[in-house]
């Protein structure tokens, strides 16, 4: 059984930083390009960030330049940590595992305020 677990969500204030992590099981993690992906109520779900299984990285925009994404195959783990965080941030951030194209596995998601 696959099962992507997501944790380190959670509410801070505008220019704080937040890591988020994602634990797999039930795949051989290190050959999956991992990715994370965010969605905002009312919006569509959006790329945030992703890592080959190499680790060459990819960024949506709304990850370039204050996100960070990284992989430790041996602990099945893939980490998103972000900093400076705005408003706009405010989301449930979700972390997949790509099979090919657009498929794969999903986590349940881990939502992440950015209030004052």
């Known amino acids: 059984q696959v099962q992507l677990v997501e944790s380190g969500g959670g509410l801070v204030q505008p220019g704080e930083s937040l890591g988020l992590s994602c634990a797999a099981s039930?795949?051989?993690?290190?050959?999956?390009?991992m990715m994370w992906y965010r969605q905002a109520p009312g919006k569509e779900r959006e790329m945030v960030a992703a890592?080959?299984?190499?680790?060459?990285?990819n960024y949506g925009n709304p990850g370039q330049g204050r996100f960070t994404i990284s992989r430790d195959n041996a602990k099945n783990t893939v980490s998103l940590q972000m900093n400076n965080l705005r408003p706009e941030d405010t989301a449930v951030y979700y972390c997949?595992?790509?099979?090919?194209?657009?498929?794969?596995?999903w986590g349940q998601g881990t939502q992440v305020t950015v209030s004052s």
């Open positions: 997949f595992a790509r099979l090919a194209g657009t498929t794969g596995y």
């Open positions: 890592i080959a299984p190499g680790g060459s990285t």
């Open positions: 039930g795949i051989l993690f290190s050959i999956y390009p």
